[in-house]
């Protein structure tokens, strides 16, 4: 019910018809009536300021009860799984917490959810035991960033975080977790989202870590190696050529000194051998 109230709520407060119509004319939120049935709400843009703001909106009614049973039929001929069952399958939870004043925090969540969580009693827990087990698993390192994470979504934005939990079997693991919320008229703050264990991916990602740090020191080593090698190699050849230069310098002066050329000549050899 808390859910239901949100979506209507947020749909229909004026103060989010800027964003909820910013890039379309036309927005639409299918809900079931106690009296009418299947209905389709939809808010028109008739209007728009010079900045591209919705000025003026119609609001537009429409009984869908028959395309509704239509939906349900061809869903049940084709075998069609429900959303949360592909999700399911695909390894991601879904939750709902609920933050009213006065009122414990409670959370609800799929099944898939509770697996993650490893909750095998879940259907015997109040939500508020289940909202309890889970802020209760959050490592206290990461305790800053997931409750920045749930303000950014009071605050009216999606916000993604990747958190540090105790699971009860497997200890140490890493969730992330996604989501957004909507505030009620008397101030609830529902928020809804989707976890996922990443655990495997970030220790494989601090696997190749590693593996890059130690590839980037031995690849540092080498350089630093190869360096020094140029140098005493640039040091070792630069010395016996100096002397060629300067002892063939010494004979081109000393041309009719033959003793002075053949002792020249001599120890250019022996820097050349060298």
Known sequence: QDIYEARIAYFFDTKTWPEQLKDRN?????????????????????????????????????????????QL??????????????????GIGLWHIILREGSAPRMQVN????????????????DEEVYASWYQGIVPEAMPSVEASFQVMIDGSFSENTYQWMHPKK???????????ATLMDGTHVLSGYHA?????????????????????????????????LLNMS?????????????????????????????????????SKH
């Open 171 to 181: 200890k140490l693991t890493y969730m992330r977790c996604g989501g957004t919320a």
């Open 26 to 70: 036309v927005v639409s939120l299918d809900a079931r009536g106690i009296v009418s049935g299947w209905i389709r709400q939809s808010l028109i843009v008739s209007q728009r300021d010079a900045s591209g703001a919705p000025t003026h909106v119609l609001v537009a009614i429409q009984n869908i009860n028959e395309e509704i049973k239509w």
């Open 73 to 90: 039929q061809n869903n049940e001929m084709l075998g069609m799984q429900t959303t949360d069952d592909i999700i399911s399958n695909a």
């Open 235 to 271: 040091h070792d050849i630069r010395t016996p050529m100096n002397a060629i230069i300067g002892f063939t310098e010494m004979a081109q002066k000393h041309r009719d000194d033959q003793e002075k050329v053949d002792s020249c000549l001599e120890k250019v050899l022996s820097s």
């Open 197 to 229: 264990d990443v655990t495997e991916i970030i220790r494989k990602e601090e696997r190749l870590r590693a593996e890059l740090e130690v590839a980037y020191g031995k690849a540092k080593a080498a350089s630093k190696a190869k360096s020094s090698f």
């Open 111 to 126: 099944h898939r959810m509770a697996e993650l969580m490893g909750m095998d009693d879940c259907d015997n827990m109040t």
